[in-house]
């Protein structure tokens, strides 16, 4: 299916400016950046333009116990149609990811499943659930049979362009964007079988202008269950959306993570589920080698990193400073010491982060100053050692204890050996320092950033 096949109904002027600012520039404040999780889902999406190598377990449960467990190897198993498979195989996918080992034969079951599926970003919720709803879709009926609710606008396009992609061989079957902009008029019917948009714009379409009825549905999928929860508006749409469709609709729900409130919004949205969890990566401490050093402002600390430096071979380091202004300074200071640096800070559009990243990833810097943006979700297998110029703290000054987990977890990974160390400039860090010992009940020992031989001797 030739992307132009695709009933993209959006205005097609509106939609090229809006291009221009796919990814917006969404904060100023680098904690809003952490805590907007909007953001760190398309930057993600962008980042992961292959599978997430994952060894963790799946954990299935199914709403019937006594019905066999049926998962695939291979995506032939699932008898999908020509079409469909030959879309599959364009995308370079050659068998189902670990997720979708389980979660494919349980979305295209007859009669239909309903399932909550978690598993982190990356590892293959969107392509399956793009297969199932290509897979339900009759497309010699000229109405809407699937509907996708995503939080914004940019993660809805995103997935509109796997749906795009998958079907590249199935023509007969149309997408439509139910976004802002794409304005259509009241009563008329559309014919696009599949319907992808945000909360409030499908409402609309559904309800208020009986563009889509409701009642034709037969797959729902709610995407990105935990960004869509922390709107409360798009709680409330979802909900209203979901209690329009029929009882036998088939309903799915993904989500990367799975904190209480995403669980209690999933039981209000999809009965009687099925479940597949993909277990969560124990990250340990046990592989990397911790440091901390004392020095009294950041110009010592400055002085500290370039003794680490001037000791050790560092194949790719990343760098932690607690505000863009420190980031940015010592940037500028590494460069002009004749380090290739790389700076990613919160002014950043979610574009120009992913950009960063991935040039980071490729080896073209070997260094990367950074807030805590990227703390999650970046996997860059060389990053042999983790400078925590500011140790990570919550609003109330205390040790964070998971984002120091987050950041020094990139290094000593896959077996590897890893080299952390801490900067400490105040009694207050010094204390942040102890209670991260406290917390993992490990001792960080002192580094002498003067003595060479010292630097050298932790490196082996
Ligand atoms: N079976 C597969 N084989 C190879 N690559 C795959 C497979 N399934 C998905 N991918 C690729 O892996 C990447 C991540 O997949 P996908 O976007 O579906 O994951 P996700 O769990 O939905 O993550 P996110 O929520 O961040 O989008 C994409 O580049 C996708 O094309």
């Not at 205005?11 to 805590?35: H, W």
């Not at 380091?317 to 990613?344: D, N, Q």
Request: net charge negative.
């Amino acid at each position: 299916m030739a992307t132009d096949s695709w009933a993209l109904a959006v205005d097609k002027q509106e939609n090229t400016t809006d291009s221009v600012s796919l990814y917006p520039k969404l904060f100023t404040c680098d904690s809003c950046i952490v805590e907007d999780k909007a953001a760190q889902s398309l930057l993600n999406k962008i980042i992961h333009t292959s599978l997430v190598n994952t060894t963790n377990q799946v954990e299935v449960l199914q709403r019937d116990p006594n019905s066999p467990l049926y998962s695939v190897k291979t995506f032939e198993e699932l008898r999908l149609k020509e079409e469909l498979l030959k879309g599959v195989y364009s995308m370079g996918f050659n068998r189902p990811s670990k997720i979708q080992e389980n979660a494919l034969p349980m979305m295209l079951a007859e009669p239909p499943q309903n399932l909550i599926a978690q598993s982190q970003s990356g590892t293959g919720k969107t392509a399956a659930f793009a297969l199932a709803m290509l897979s339900h879709v009759n497309p010699a009926k000229k109405w809407t049979q699937c509907l996708c609710i995503s939080p914004t606008y940019e993660l809805a396009l995103q997935t509109g362009k796997v749906i795009e992609q998958m079907g590249k061989y199935y023509p007969e079957v149309k997408l439509a964007y139910a976004i802002r902009g794409n304005k259509l008029d009241r009563g008329m019917k559309l014919q696009e079988q599949i319907v992808i948009g945000t909360p409030g714009t499908v409402l609309d379409w559904c309800s208020k202008l009986k563009i889509i009825d409701p009642k034709k549905i037969s797959v729902f999928v709610l995407d990105e269950a935990d960004v869509m929860i922390a709107t409360q508006g798009h709680q409330d749409q979802s909900i209203r959306i979901q209690r329009m469709l029929p009882k036998e609709c088939q309903m799915l729900l993904f989500s990367a993570t799975f904190e209480d409130s995403v669980w209690k919004f999933a039981e209000r949205v999809v009965p009687d589920p099925n479940i597949i969890k993909l277990k969560r990566e124990e990250e340990t401490l046990d592989t990397i080698k911790q440091y901390y050093v004392l020095c009294s402002d950041k110009e010592e600390k400055f002085t500290a990193l370039c003794n680490i430096y001037g000791a050790i071979t560092i194949a790719q380091a990343m760098i932690f400073c607690h505000t863009r202004k420190t980031a940015g300074w010592l940037a500028a200071e590494l460069t002009k010491e004749g380090h290739v640096v790389a700076l990613l800070s919160g002014e950043m559009t979610v574009e120009q982060r992913a950009a960063v990243i991935e040039r980071f990833r490729e080896g073209k810097e070997k260094v990367l100053v950074t807030t805590n943006v990227c703390s999650r979700g970046i996997d860059v297998e060389q990053v042999s050692v983790v400078i925590n110029f500011d140790l990570p703290m919550d609003k109330d000054g205390n040790a964070d204890n998971e984002t120091y987990l987050h950041r020094i977890g990139r290094t000593g990974r896959f077996g590897k050996r890893g080299l952390a160390v801490n900067m400490i400039d105040s009694k207050h860090s010094m204390n942040i320092l102890n209670q991260i010992e406290d917390h993992f009940n490990k001792k960080i020992n002192k580094l002498d950033t003067d003595d060479l031989d010292e630097i050298e001797k932790i490196s082996n």
